[in-house]
């Protein structure tokens, strides 16, 4: 466990007062989120999540364009989820989920397109970049889908939404961060298997295990798939339950 993410030092907020995202009653520990980014920069030299053959000049470009990702860059970011978690749309609360990324596009679109045209076209960027308050209401529309909000920050270091992408080769490479219920967030670095960080309004931790579905049906990518989409609609539906999973080499002492 690592210490509390949130510096309480002001007073708490009623809940509306959080609803309204008028007043800030929480501040995100600086140097945590100094850690983080550290340890993405650090994960980013390894370019483990490219194939050899990808050494190319976009995927250079993009590299480079994510080592300048500052911590004060990534603390906005958290700062925007954790409180557009808390913002309902159409009367309810939304899950959403944000890859920390430029638009490929914008790095250079004519390599995009000679390079990477499939990623690309899984890719839609807004004509004018969108302000990062309207995340509850990009959420609604992306939640049952597999885009991610596209994030980075512009010219005036001020971060704001680009558009959205489908997971692809450069999702790997990057930041991910979804939120899970209002106020608690799931922080994915690139480190395979990815690192994950919890974060929610009184706590952050690094979450370890060695466990994986994959070891359940090593050898069936339709099994494992098939798995992770019932288990994401048990999670969406909110209610709790119990999933019993029997491996084919135990189904017969139970069936």
Not at 86 to 101: C, D, K, M, P, Q
Not at 181 to 198: A, E, H, M, T, V
Request: charged share 25%.
């Amino acid at each position: 466990m690592i210490p509390n993410c949130f510096e309480k030092d002001m007073i708490t907020a009623s809940k509306d007062s959080i609803n309204t995202n008028q007043n800030k009653t929480f501040l995100i520990n600086s140097e945590i989120v100094k850690n983080i980014t550290e340890q993405y920069k650090e994960i980013l030299k390894q370019k483990f999540y490219f194939s050899p053959e990808s050494n190319s000049e976009l995927v250079n470009k993009f590299t480079e364009q994510l080592k300048q990702l500052e911590a004060k860059h990534l603390e906005e970011i958290l700062e925007f989820s954790i409180y557009e978690s808390l913002e309902r749309e159409e009367g309810i609360f939304h899950n959403f989920s944000i890859i920390v990324s430029p638009y490929i596009g914008n790095i250079s679109m004519k390599l995009s397109e000679e390079e990477s045209p499939v990623n690309l076209a899984r890719t839609y960027a807004f004509q004018t970049p969108q302000s990062m308050n309207l995340l509850h209401k990009l959420a609604p529309a992306l939640e049952s889908t597999n885009k991610r909000i596209g994030v980075w920050f512009n010219a005036d270091n001020k971060v704001e939404v680009w558009g959205f992408t489908a997971t692809t080769l450069w999702a790997y490479c990057c930041i991910k961060i979804r939120t899970l219920s209002p106020g608690q967030l799931l922080i994915l670095l690139p480190d395979f298997p990815y690192k994950k960080i919890l974060m929610s309004l009184s706590r952050i931790d690094y979450i370890r295990s060695d466990f994986s579905l994959r070891q359940i049906y090593p050898d069936s990518e339709l099994k494992h798939n098939f798995l992770m989409k019932t288990i994401n609609k048990m999670r969406k539906h909110a209610h709790g339950g119990i999933l019993l999973i029997i491996p084919d080499k135990e189904k017969s002492l139970l069936i």
